[in-house]
């Protein structure tokens, strides 16, 4: 069983995807929620005063940059895996420059089924419940998520993992406060994040490290130059990732 605490510090306007059922976000946050979720059954079910509207997370019907911050608790997993794109493309899309996306799931190897258990501290309302769901391809994990994220053209913020539970939160970034040293950290955070994915322990564990802050920059650089020696030429989409971020190490 895992403890959430969502004390109350978002302010703004917030879509709340998947936000039926227990209605987490909407209870902790009632006049600034709009939450949507497929099914209306679990719309009407959801405790608290917010809006409701029925909607498919993949083709939101809202205009670019309508809303200040985009939350997702524990509805990503229901979700099959190709469509983990493109909703959380469709939130960038909503999201006003500087906007915020807050993810809440777990770490998931099979799902035959899975349940996640969790006394939640919502505001100060103490709920406890189950998630739970029986899938094929359920696999998922932070670091499957951050990936995703990155490629959409968010930035990480924070991320804080316990128990098989993750909380990631990105934020959109400022077209007009942009510079060229942001746009190099940016990609390099997208390369790291690449290679954090890469499955091969070399150069996956120190990246790791790095982006959550912990990592040393000597030995990440270390990594990189070895895994470029031995793979370098190989053919694949690392070759040219290694390159790259040698030339970026500085920024490390």
Known sequence: ??????????????????????????????????????????????????????????????????FDHVTAFYCLMYLEKPDHEQVIHEACRVLKPGGQLHIWDADILTADPFLAELDIDAGGLAVHTTY???????????????????????????????????????????????????????ELRDIMTRFAASGWDLIAGPSIAWLEGRGEKEA?????????????SCGCEYDPLYKRALKLKDLL
Request: aromatic letters at 6%.
């Open 1 to 66: 069983m895992a403890a959430i605490h969502l004390k109350k510090t978002i302010t703004g306007s917030i879509l709340d995807i998947g936000g039926g059922g227990e209605g987490i976000i909407g209870r902790v946050y009632p006049a600034q929620v709009t939450a949507i979720d497929i099914r209306r059954e679990e719309l009407e079910e959801a405790p608290g005063d917010f809006t409701r509207i029925q909607m498919d997370a993949c083709r939101l019907g809202f205009k670019d940059e309508s």
């Open 132 to 186: 739970g769901i029986y899938k094929d391809d359920a696999a998922q994990d932070a670091i499957h998520f951050k990936r995703i994220c990155t490629d959409a053209g968010f930035r990480p913020a924070v991320e804080q993992a316990a128990d098989g539970h993750f909380y990631l939160r990105f934020h959109k970034p400022n077209p007009s406060s942009l510079n060229q040293g942001d746009n190099m950290i940016e």
């Open 220 to 232: 990440l650089i270390a990594a990189i130059e070895q895994a470029d020696r031995e793979c370098g």
